[in-house]
C-alpha cells in the first residue's frame, strides 16, 4: 500500500506550483473483501485493493474539480494542474471557499483489521438460517464486503484529518417463491463493525424476510379512501430523504424554492417530531468525521420538537444565502421512539396501511407525491388484514409532518440509521 501522507505532501506541492489560491483534498486507500452469493449459492470470493485523489481547487474566485486513481508522480502532477485548468474555465464567484483552520484529528473507527473466518462463518450462518426459518424465499443475491479505509484530508489553511476506520457491510436482495407465485423484489441492508451476533437478528432483516414471505398471499384492496399510512423504518428513511431534498437541501434553498425558506425557528411539524443528523451517535457505524468543505462534523437537529432549527447546507450555497452550513454532511437520520408500542399503534388505526417501501417519482416542489406503496399492509379496524399489491398512495410530504398519529416504542438499527415506525394520517390510498 502507498504511503498516503508522502502522497498528500506531494499533491499539495504540485498544487502551489500549479498556483492554486486555495484547495483541499483527499487521498484515499480501500482494501475490501468481498463474498458474493447468487441464487442460493456462493460464487465469488475476492479482495480489491483501491486508491483515489479528489481536489478541489480554487484561482481568482473560480473552483475546478478532479478525480484519478494513481497515485504516480507523473498523474498527481497532472492532475494538480487539470484542476487549476479547470478552475481558469470556470465563473468567478465569491461565494466558493474552504473552511478556516481546524484543530487536526485522527479517527479511528469500527473494525479496521477483518475477522475473515468469522465473517465467512456468519455468512454462511445467515444462508441456513433464511433456508430453514424462511423457506419461500429466494436469495436472489447477496453480497458481503469488509472494507478498510484509511484517508487523509488536507486543505490549504493548514487543516488535516485522518481516518482510519472498518466495517462490514450486508447487502441482500430477495424474493418469495412459492409454486407458480412469486414476488418483487425486496433489498434489506446492514451495516455493523462487530460478529458477535447472528446477521439475522441485526437490522430489520428478519421482518423484512417475513414481511416478503407473506406478500405470497395478497388480499384485494378496492376502491379509494382517506386513510392513515405507517411507514416502516425503511420507508420512513426513503420518505425523509426526500423531505430534507425538497426543504432544506441546496438547490432548493439557492434556487428559493424552499416552502421552508422563511420557517427556521418556527413549528413545521407535529411537536412530538425530532429529527437528528448524528454522525457521532455510537449506534452509527463508522459516522461521519468530518465535512466535505472540511469542518470537524458535529451532531445537529434538523427538527427539533416539530421546529425547524437548520438547513442541509454546503458551504457554498450558505455563503450564497446567508443560511449557516449544516454542521455535518452526513444523512445518518436518528428519530427516537415514542411512547406507543408498534402491536398498539397499529390497533389504534381505523382503516390504513403498513408501507415498507415506496416506488414513485420525485415529489414537486410543494410537497406532493404519488406512487406505489410496495410490501405494503391492509390495516382495517385494528387489525393486519394482510399484503396487497399494485396499491397507489398520494399525499404531501410536508402535510406528513404534521398529520401524525403515533410513533413507536421500537427502533431499527441498520448502522446507518435509528428509526421508528410511525404512523400518518390524511394519506390518500387507491387500491384497483
Known sequence: MEDIREVAKKVGTALERAGAQKAQYTVTEKETHEFNVDGG????????????????????????????????????????????????NGISDSAYDIAPRQENKRF?????????????????????????????????????????????????????FESCRGAYSISLMFSGHEGERSTSFFGSDIYTDRLDRPFIELGSLR????????????????????????????????????????????GVILEKTSIWLDKLGQKVADERITLSLRPGDPRIVCGERYTGDGFLSEDFDLIQNGVLKSFLLSLYVANKSGFAPAKNSSFAVVMEGGDTPYDELIKGIKRGLIVGRFSGGQPGINGEFSGVAKNSFLI??????????????????????????????????DGSSVLPYAAFDGVVISGK
Open 380 to 413: 382495517e379496524d385494528g387489525t393486519v388484514k394482510g399484503a396487497v399489491s399494485e396499491t397507489m398512495i398520494n399525499g404531501n410530504l410536508a402535510g406528513l409532518l404534521n398529520s401524525l398519529v403515533a410513533i413507536s416504542k421500537e427502533t431499527v438499527e
Open 41 to 88: 449459492e456462493f460464487s465469488l470470493f475476492r479482495t480489491l485493493f483501491d486508491h483515489s485523489l479528489t481536489i478541489t481547487a480554487y484561482k481568482e474566485n473560480k473552483k475546478g474539480s478532479v478525480a484519478i486513481n494513481s497515485f504516480a508522480d507523473s498523474a498527481l502532477t497532472q492532475a494538480a494542474e487539470d484542476c487549476i485548468r479547470s478552475a481558469g
Open 207 to 250: 421482518k423484512d424476510l417475513a414481511d416478503v414471505q407473506a406478500q405470497l398471499s395478497t388480499v384485494p384492496l378496492t376502491g379509494k379512501f382517506e386513510g392513515t399510512i405507517v411507514l416502516t423504518p425503511a420507508s420512513m428513511k426513503e420518505f425523509l430523504y426526500a423531505i430534507g431534498r425538497n426543504f432544506a437541501s441546496d
Open 108 to 160: 479511528c473507527d469500527g473494525a479496521y483489521e477483518p475477522d475473515i473466518d468469522l465473517f465467512f462463518t456468519r455468512t454462511k450462518e445467515l444462508m441456513r438460517d433464511i433456508r430453514e426459518q424462511y423457506p419461500k424465499i429466494l436469495m436472489e443475491q447477496m453480497i458481503v464486503s469488509h472494507d478498510k479505509v484509511h484517508s487523509i484530508y488536507q486543505n490549504t489553511n493548514g487543516t488535516e
